[in-house]
């Protein structure tokens, strides 16, 4: 059974970085997309960032493009989320997700994580 765990997320204050992990267990990247999601209290989902481990293609959400980078670790099966110049905004319940055979961006997910909370202080 495929399981996520996330980790690194905590309190920052604004300007700061942080750089969060996703470790999948039971897990391939071929022909998978994996991505990073957020939602913060009564907001709708946002997909932040995705990449295709098929072509590399990736994607970012308009607000976080140029401060937000993933990235992957093959072999460790672990992919990340850096996080710099973090603004207030920002705040919110971060979780990894992954959907084989699809591209960037996706919306189903096939799986997920329990996610991680940023807290991005002014």
């Known amino acids: 059974e495929v399981q996520l765990v996330e980790s690194g997320g905590g309190l920052v204050q604004a300007g700061g970085s942080l750089r969060l992990s996703c470790a999948a267990s039971e897990f391939t990247f071929d022909d998978t997309a994996i991505a990073w999601f957020r939602q913060a209290p009564g907001k709708e989902r946002e997909g932040v960032a995705c990449?295709?481990?098929?072509?590399?293609?990736?994607y970012y959400l308009d607000s976080v493009k140029g401060r937000f980078t993933i990235s992957r670790d093959n072999a460790k099966s672990t992919w990340y989320l850096q996080m710099n110049s973090l603004k207030p905004e920002d705040t919110a319940n971060y979780y990894c997700?992954?959907?084989?055979?699809?591209?960037?961006?996706?919306?189903?997910?096939?799986?997920r994580g329990q996610g991680t909370l940023v807290t991005v202080s002014s």
């Open positions: 990449i295709s481990t098929s072509d590399g293609s990736t």
């Open positions: 997700a992954a959907a084989v055979r699809a591209g960037c961006p996706f919306w189903e997910l096939d799986y």
